[in-house]
């Protein structure tokens, strides 16, 4: 069975992973060596600093305004995905959160709905439950939300339901998640007139500062399929958005470890390029774990390192086998406070 739409956009993505698996590992190589060969000599992407630290690297001059500074740090270190299929997953949250934390996690990405669900939010009681168990754990959770582009009013509310959800206790998310993936809506410019709708009334609706981030297809997967969404607005996203996660799934496209950590590094140096900010927050998502080998982890983590990433993870948490855990620990060690 289908996890979910984090799957699909995928496959959709691959479009015959295996024709296409020496392709990507070329066009991945090369953009590897120009991104590096145009990077001046010593130079790295830091995270950006709260107000009292040293300053961020200035933004290129094509991107937009810099925003007050947003603490970004629930995306930072190792990540683990729970979708609205782990039922069981969700209503055991003291076993699943105590597993997670032995595991070196630092976030729960938590879906909340999608446009296709019956519900604005899933069992609301078994949430909060799940919240203020993660948060009694130390780890943090961030809602997302598939949106659909075909009914603004719905997207919006279902969005801004998860930002102001609290559990019994009081407790909250961390943060939340745009999706944005679906295209059920085929043109591009009227998706892409709706998603940066529905970014800004989040954005203005949102309690500041609070962080935002957008889980992006893969820019390298769109160089590859150009008609999947042509005219992407990255740098519009970057002005309202905090955080980039890309989902560079190299499960797709069976390009062993050193493909996968060239697909790796490409596609954060590319959101990055697009976004018009070298200093961007970014946390990579490496693919399906079921799809993945211990040895393409590695070169994925490698990818994530070498990009400076604030933190990464792969999808879901379900399917990540006992085996893959420990080659994500030198992820976890990103994780900080």
Do not use: K
């Amino acid at each position: 069975m289908a996890r979910s739409r984090l799957q699909r956009v995928g496959r959709l993505r691959a479009g015959g992973a295996g024709a296409l698996a020496g392709i990507v590992a070329t066009v991945a190589a090369c953009l590897v060596a120009a991104v590096l060969a145009a990077a001046p000599t010593g130079a790295a992407r830091t995270r950006p600093a709260a107000p009292a630290g040293p300053a961020a690297p200035a933004r290129p001059a094509a991107s937009a305004a810099v925003r007050a500074y947003v603490d970004t740090t629930a995306y930072e270190g190792l990540g683990a995905w729970l979708d609205v299929f782990d039922t069981d997953l969700r209503r055991n949250a003291s076993a699943t959160v105590a597993s997670l934390v032995q595991r070196g996690v630092s976030t729960v990405f938590l879906e909340t709905s999608s446009w296709s669900r019956a519900y604005d939010l899933q069992t609301p009681d078994i949430t909060g439950a799940f919240i203020d168990t993660a948060h009694a754990a130390g780890l943090r959770v961030v809602a997302w939300y598939l949106p659909g582009f075909q009914n603004a009013a719905l997207d919006a509310r279902r969005s801004l339901t998860a930002i102001r959800f609290r559990s019994a206790a009081g407790g909250a998310f961390d943060s939340f998640a745009l999706d944005i993936e679906d295209p059920t809506v085929r043109s591009a410019s009227v998706r892409t007139g709706r998603l940066l709708a529905l970014v800004a009334r989040v954005r203005a609706a949102a309690p500041g500062p609070y962080a935002l981030g957008a889980i992006v297809p893969s820019p390298l997967g769109m160089l590859l399929r150009p008609s999947y969404w042509p005219g992407f607005p990255w740098e519009r996203l970057a002005a309202s958005m905090d955080v980039f996660v890309p989902l560079a799934y190299s499960s797709y496209r069976s390009i062993g470890a050193d493909g996968a950590f060239a697909y790796t590094v490409a596609n954060v140096a590319l959101v990055r390029a697009l976004a018009g900010n070298a200093a961007v927050p970014v946390h990579v998502v490496g693919g399906l774990a079921g799809g993945l080998t211990a040895a393409d982890v590695t070169g994925f983590v490698r990818g994530a390192l070498q990009q400076e990433v604030v933190g990464a993870s792969l999808y879901d948490a379900a399917t990540t086998r006992a085996a893959l855990w420990p080659r994500l620990a030198p992820i976890a060690r990103l994780g900080g406070s």
